[in-house]
């Protein structure tokens, strides 16, 4: 079966299963959080997004319960369950939804997961977050906020040089979609603030990452 048809297939089957195990405002939106998840997402579908971002949840869940609870028994903790349910399950549908805020707001999902647990840890919480507790409530939203938005202006530069490392970015294989548009015009944005000389840039961006082209980067 050529490649192409193979894809078009597994993006079918996986709509089928997406509107069978969730309900349709769950998913409704998933388009438009294509454009805003962090770039390294954007060519997932809704589906392999959320299983990562569960990934990175037990990650975050059992790195916090190492530091503050039990180092010996963290490795057996999960916190969700493994796999796609068979159907609709609450579980799952607060791990899509936390999956969904974590898209909006641009970040990488373990920025977010690691910040939260951290957060959490400062305000003495005793119970372990489930993923639908990730995020801002009414109560704290404010401390939240301004914790997190310190937390991304610390990390998101360093993560912006690291981005891009999967090669639907490079430019042998751009078909100018708007995640790879908008990927390429905020490195541009990018190389006009940078401390580095602008040879280096080019070297790294043209050359060794293959995210521009020369007519591009100058």
């Not at 840890?121 to 005793?126: A, D, H, I, N, W």
Request: net charge positive; hydrophobic share 40%.
């Amino acid at each position: 079966m050529p490649m192409d048809q193979a894809k078009l297939n597994k993006c079918i089957d996986e709509v089928v299963r997406m509107r069978s195990i969730l309900h349709p405002k769950d998913w409704q939106d998933e388009s438009q959080l294509m454009m805003t998840r962090w770039f390294d997402y954007r060519f997932m579908s809704p589906l392999d997004a959320t299983l990562f971002f569960g990934r990175h949840y037990i990650a975050g869940l059992r790195n916090h319960m190492r530091k503050h609870f039990d180092a010996e028994r963290a490795g057996e903790i999960t916190g969700i369950k493994d796999g796609l349910p068979a159907a609709r399950a609450a579980w799952f549908t607060g791990l899509w939804r936390a999956r969904a805020r974590t898209d909006a707001i641009f970040v990488p999902y373990d920025l977010l997961i690691d910040f939260s647990f951290s957060f959490s840890s400062r305000r003495k919480r005793f119970w372990n977050m489930l993923p639908q507790q990730l995020h801002a409530s009414e109560k704290n939203a404010d401390a939240w906020w301004a914790l997190f938005h310190e937390r991304v202006e610390d990390e998101l530069p360093v993560r912006m040089k690291r981005v891009g490392e999967t090669p639907h970015y490079r430019i042998e294989n751009d078909l100018d979609l708007p995640p790879q548009r908008h990927f390429r015009n905020l490195l541009l944005s990018e190389m006009r603030h940078e401390n580095r000389m602008l040879a280096e840039q080019i070297a790294d961006r043209v050359l060794v990452k293959r995210h521009l082209n020369l007519g591009q980067a100058l």
